[in-house]
């Protein structure tokens, strides 16, 4: 992965929301990742990215005012409906997603991510369907009040050979986004 320096250039502190960010300029409020994964963000150029999302929010708006296109599926009817993304309880379909919303373009995904259900099965989908040189965020990474620690195996196994970054949340011990480049 590419070293970082964070700037603070259109990144400031929501006026409300402790130590969320949103952009000066849109005023979306960014996504609700750690502080420092936000900073390594705010250095990319998403224009010409396609995302998916396993897991529907404010990240999902602030994805659609960023990249050149955004499909997001969600297993809780309110947040799917809020975000205006599919809505899917089914966990087959749902893991599925990636592959069964690209619209049968045959174009892989710059950037998926897992931050909803089923994060394991969502991983092994993922790396199925997402370009070299593309990035996988988890946010939650191992967090206890997401998923406990024998649901993450599988999916660290899959990503255990692939460039990492884990950005942990100052004050706050468990809250992770850990990114990985698929390389």
């Known amino acids: 992965m590419n070293h ?3 700037t603070e250039e259109r990144l400031v502190k929501h006026p409300i929301f402790e130590w969320r960010y949103m952009d000066e300029v849109s005023g979306f409020v960014y996504p609700w990742y750690t502080e420092e994964s936000l900073k390594w963000m705010k250095n990319i150029d998403f224009s010409k990215m396609r995302v998916f999302e396993y897991g529907a929010g404010v990240s999902t708006l602030w994805w659609r ?5 955004v499909r997001s599926i969600d297993n809780n009817f309110e947040w799917a409906t809020k ?8 966990e087959r379909r749902y893991v599925q997603a990636c592959v069964t919303m690209n619209n049968n373009s045959g174009e892989l995904w710059d950037i998926i991510v897992i931050d909803g259900a089923w994060r394991d ?3 092994q989908y993922a790396l199925k369907q997402i ?10 990474y191992h967090q206890p009040s997401v998923c406990g620690p024998e649901d993450w195996v599988k999916t660290d196994e899959l990503l255990k050979d692939y460039p990492r970054v884990v950005f942990p949340q100052v004050g ?9 480049q698929i390389v």
């Open 4 to 6: 970082y320096e964070p």
């Open 83 to 90: 975000a205006r993304a599919t809505f899917c309880d089914d």
């Open 172 to 180: 706050h011990y468990d809250w992770r986004t850990a990114v990985f």
């Open 65 to 69: 005012w960023n990249a050149r296109e």
């Open 131 to 140: 370009r070299k040189g593309g990035y996988i965020i988890i946010d939650n």
């Open 121 to 123: 099965d969502c991983t």
